[in-house]
Nanobody
Framework: QVELVESGGGMVQAGGSLRLSCAAS????????LGWYRQAPGKQRDLVAT???????NYADSVKGRFTISRDNAKNTVYLQMNSLKPEDTAVYYC????????????WGKGTLVTVSS
């Protein structure tokens, strides 16, 4: 079993910054891709950013140039640095991790709330 725990959410004014962390624990042989997703009230869960085991990154167009995803493999942790935050970034942010050895096996955290006030 693998557990993902997000932290770092909170309330910030527009233009501010937050750094989210997501630590994975449990029986983990290796972590393949890690990702951040978000879900605003009444909307579907959308991709924010992903990072592969090799460090390749992918971002949603809406956050490019403002958000940065990174990972610390020694700590089984993924980060999301969020700068120039906008009210439309308000959402619950979830991390996920693919720990599959033969095929994908994805776990999700329970989420952390980010609220950006105007």
């Amino acid at each position: 079993q693998v557990e993902l725990v997000e932290s770092g959410g909170g309330m910030v004014q527009a233009g501010g910054s937050l750094r989210l962390s997501c630590a994975a624990s449990g029986i983990i042989f290796s972590i393949n891709a890690l990702g951040w997703y978000r879900q605003a009230p009444g909307k579907q869960r959308d991709l924010v950013a992903t990072i592969t085991s090799g460090g390749s990154t992918n971002y949603a167009d809406s956050v490019k140039g403002r958000f940065t995803i990174s990972r610390d493999n020694a700590k089984n942790t993924v980060y999301l640095q969020m700068n120039s935050l906008k009210p439309e970034d308000t959402a619950v942010y979830y991390c996920n991790a693919d720990v599959g050895i033969v095929g994908p096996l994805v776990y999700w955290g329970k989420g952390t709330l980010v609220t950006v006030s105007s």
